[in-house]
């Protein structure tokens, strides 16, 4: 009965963030902000994550082609595909999770806690529209570009760290890339990222925006907001899986 409470109680607010909405001059510069701390500040570890999971998808790939009837060129394929069907929006928005989900939910909590929501609130201001629905779309646009760029990086480490131990060469590994590219691929990945960045972003807030008590309970709402996060993107991705592949 609590887990149909709860799933209740999400669609409802939900649908809050969307109903007695602000004036769409509002947002915009709430949206941009929200953009700064979403994407800008969360570059830094998505470069390092994603460069170095592609350097040991690259020499693990490496060093388990043993058959000599199998070009290298195999090794970029093999990175290629599991950058784009799952390294680079799974792992990275799993990544995303911990840092843009628990700071979600501590921020919104704080403001909970401390009773900012309930002054918003009392203005006449829906604060589930002002506060929450800037973040989303944020989300919804920064990380799927947050996994572009992870993408990249994790191909670039592939080449670089294959150049770099002569596992593999760099033309073989870009005649790897290119060799039987599916375009779809591109698309399934983007598709990933933005429901597992709605996922992060409207998780996270319900978790925050529904905190009651002191710090003790802002810990908590983060801690679940990220296990609960991330249970959503791995249930999510096997779905999108089924239906689209």
């Known amino acids: 009965m609590n887990i149909i409470q709860n799933w209740g109680k999400y669609f409802l607010f939900l649908f809050s963030t969307i109903r007695n909405r602000e ?9 941009l902000d929200e953009m700064v701390k979403i994407g800008t500040n969360s570059m830094v570890i998505v470069a390092i994550v994603s460069t170095f999971i592609g350097m040991v998808t690259c020499l ?17 394929t093999i990175c290629r595909d ?7 929006p799974t792992f990275t928005c799993v990544v995303l999770a911990g840092k843009v989900g628990s700071n979600l939910a501590g921020e919104i909590g704080s403001m909970r806690i401390t009773e900012q929501i309930d002054a918003i609130d009392v203005m006449g201001i829906n604060s ?3 506060l929450i629905l800037p973040k989303i779309i944020a ?3 920064m990380i799927p570009a947050l996994c572009i ?6 191909l670039m480490g592939g080449y670089l760290i294959g150049e770099i131990t002569g596992a593999i060469s760099p033309t073989d590994f870009v005649a790897g890339i290119r060799n039987g590219f599916r375009p779809f ?15 992060i972003s409207t ?10 008590g002191g710090a003790l309970e802002i810990g908590q709402a983060s801690t679940k907001a990220v296990t609960n996060s991330v249970i959503g993107i791995l249930i999510a991705d096997l779905i999108l899986a089924k239906i689209m592949i």
Not at 82 to 88: C, G
Not at 149 to 154: E, G, N
């Open 23 to 31: 004036p769409f001059r509002v947002y915009p510069s709430l949206i």
């Open 60 to 76: 693990q790939t490496a060093d388990n082609l043993v058959s000599p009837l199998v070009p290298m060129s195999v090794i970029g």
């Open 82 to 88: 599991m950058t784009l069907l799952e390294l680079a």
């Open 128 to 130: 589930s529209s002002y």
């Open 139 to 141: 989300a919804c646009i």
């Open 149 to 154: 760029l992870a993408a990249f990086l994790s």
């Open 185 to 199: 691929n591109v698309f399934f990945a983007l598709t990933k990222s933005f429901v597992f960045a709605f996922l």
């Open 203 to 212: 998780i996270s807030s319900y978790k925050g925006y529904f905190t009651l």
